[in-house]
T-cell receptor, first 113, second 113 residues
Framework: DGGITQSPKYLFRKEGQNVTLSCEQN?????MYWYRQDPGQGLRLIYY???????QKGDIAEGYSVSREKKESFPLTVTSAQKNPTAFYLC????????????FGPGTRLLVL | AQSVTQLGSHVSVSEGALVLLRCNYS??????LFWYVQYPNQGLQLLLK??????LVKGINGFEAEFKKSETSFHLTKPSAHMSDAAEYFC???????????FGKGTTLSVSS
């Protein structure tokens, strides 16, 4: 089955620790996205990538980093510079083109210990 | 710049009643518009989208939406609510470059028996 997988489902971070969220897709999609979701704030774009080895900052990139070394993978690192990381993180992908549908993974919930 | 406003963060209806979720957008180019649904602790699922052509768009689970350019609206409706429709709904518009989606803050739909 084609789809988007995110792991882990739950992730705990200690103070000063960097953590990495995994996102993999086997849909052969060109573009991949990371969103942060907080109650009442909708989805806010962190980073996106249109092609391998290239990515752009979204609206709330500070404290996060990404890489796109393979078409099917787009990991997100939450660094210690992100002072309020507790949130639900969603990965998405789609074919190139503004009219194309974004497909979402099941999400990772990050909690701070 | 593109933006989306969803009127009403919470909407409550009785089972069998009409569902109306409001979405207004701002766009400097012809918009591509999307409605997504999210069940608790899950990713988003596409309900329907408008790209070009017919302004009345039919989606999954009996939902439909009408693109009204003069009103800059894309409201979501369903004639008869079902308990399983209880979820959070997001309206989104493609950004000007067509590289990402801009989401509204979401509307939580509650359905009572």
């Amino acid at each position: 089955d084609g789809g988007i997988t995110q792991s882990p489902k739950y992730l705990f971070r200690k103070e000063g620790q960097n953590v990495t969220l995994s996102c993999e897709q086997n849909l052969n999609h060109d573009a991949m996205y990371w969103y942060r979701q907080d109650p009442g704030q909708g989805l806010r774009l962190i980073y996106y990538s249109q092609i391998v080895n290239d990515f752009q900052k979204g609206d709330i990139a500070e404290g996060y980093s990404v890489s796109r070394e393979k078409k099917e993978s787009f990991p997100l690192t939450v660094t210690s510079a992100q002072k309020n990381p507790t949130a639900f993180y969603l990965c998405a992908s789609r074919l190139a083109g503004g009219q194309e549908t974004q497909y979402f993974g099941p999400g990772t919930r990050l909690l701070v210990l | 710049a593109q933006s989306v406003t969803q009127l009403g963060s919470h909407v409550s209806v009785s089972e069998g009643a009409l569902v109306l979720l409001r979405c207004n957008y701002s766009s400097s180019v012809p918009p591509y518009l999307f409605w997504y649904v999210q069940y608790p602790n899950q990713g988003l699922q596409l309900l329907l989208k408008y790209t070009t052509g017919a302004t009345l768009v039919k989606g999954i689970n009996g939902f439909e939406a009408e693109f009204k350019k003069s009103e800059t609206s894309f409201h979501l409706t369903k004639p008869s609510a079902h308990m399983s429709d209880a979820a959070e709904y997001f309206c989104a518009v493609s950004n000007q470059a067509g590289t990402a989606l801009i989401f509204g803050k979401g509307t939580t739909l509650s359905v009572s028996s």
